[in-house]
């Protein structure tokens, strides 16, 4: 039996845009062709730079956006043939912003119970009790039951979004940023929180962040995205030591070090983001690359298989290279 429990299979989600006045529409290809398995167990994180598709991604495989091309599974069926009650059965999302993603004018025991409202558990009389055991399990005391959000910590509201997406008990989590908007302080708190929660649970995880410590930190595996595609997949030991791709390199240099000493560092990107609506042609990286040759310009990479996982970069096609050496 298949350990994989979400899986996109050559994902596109294609958005028309307004060229201008009089100038009609034009594609945005925010996901253009990713295949990703996220399998039982795994904490998988999905990395790059603002825009490059990842939350579009991550609202796919909540069902909330319709791929434009490709499927996505859910324990190998189709996401399109399940109900809305069936996804999130399985699958939750845990947001970004504890204070905006939770009701203002609704209770901790209100919020936290909904699900089970709204998902169909027919003995509203185990309700608080349920409730209220999940308060703990997050770490909550029971007397804020009553409380709303804005009387409570950024901490504890997002231990309240997190009781609210594992009440039901799903299968996996979709994380997006989801210590971003707390305090230092905080943060680590609720890092251990959800890895303690992965133990007790069962979980499997999915988690987006900008912050590379805390994808070292939690990650099993983890996948770069740029411009819509998943440019590496490795293990996150591996992707830390060893990286391949010229992009994933520049980000691992782009962490900040507590030396001031050092300055701010260099990762050779350039200050311009290319515009999605106007890809490069080749390797949509390869304008910003330090590492381009000839063809990167004109042929895209294919996806070369790792000891890990996979990358998308011509330094590694030993095909491409035997064709050169004949030539």
């Not at 594992?166 to 707390?182: G, K, Q």
Request: net charge neutral; glycine share 8%; charged share 20%.
């Amino acid at each position: 039996m298949s350990n994989v429990v979400l899986e996109a299979r050559d994902v596109t989600r294609t958005f028309m845009i307004s060229a201008g006045f009089m100038r009609g529409k034009r594609p945005l290809h925010a996901v253009n062709g990713v295949s990703l398995q996220v399998e039982k167990g795994e904490i998988v994180a999905l990395v790059g730079e603002s825009g490059c598709g990842k939350t579009t991604l991550a609202k796919m495989l909540l069902g909330l956006l319709p791929p434009t091309s490709g499927s996505i599974h859910i324990d190998g069926k189709p996401i399109g043939s399940l109900g809305r009650l069936d996804i999130a059965n399985v699958v939750q999302p845990i947001f970004q912003d504890p204070y905006s993603s939770l009701n203002p004018r609704k209770s901790v025991g209100s919020i936290i119970t909904l699900p089970l409202k709204v998902q169909g558990d027919a003995n509203p009389d185990t309700w608080r009790a349920r409730a209220e055991e999940m308060m703990e399990l997050v770490g909550l005391p029971r007397r804020v039951f009553n409380n709303y959000p804005n009387q409570l910590s950024g901490g504890q509201r997002q231990r309240v979004a997190i009781a609210r997406a594992l009440i039901n008990r799903p299968r996996v989590v979709i994380c997006d940023e989801p210590t971003s908007a707390l305090d230092v302080s905080v943060q680590s708190q609720i890092l251990n929180l959800l890895q303690d929660l992965r133990s007790e649970l069962g979980l499997t995880y999915m988690v987006i962040s900008h912050n590379l410590a805390v994808v070292e930190h939690l990650a099993t595996r983890v996948a770069v995205m740029y411009l819509g595609r998943l440019v590496e997949q490795a293990d996150t030991e591996t992707l830390f030591s060893a990286p391949k791709h010229p992009y994933t390199e520049a980000l691992l240099d782009s962490v900040l070090t507590p030396d001031p000493r050092l300055g701010v560092p260099d990762t050779h990107l350039g200050a311009a983001y290319p515009n999605p609506l106007d890809m490069p042609s080749g390797c949509t990286f390869h304008p910003r690359c330090a590492k381009v040759m000839g063809q990167c310009s004109k042929i895209a990479p294919r996806p070369i298989a790792t000891d890990s996982g996979h990358v998308e970069c011509h330094l590694y096609d030993e095909q491409e290279e035997t064709g050169r050496l004949a030539s």
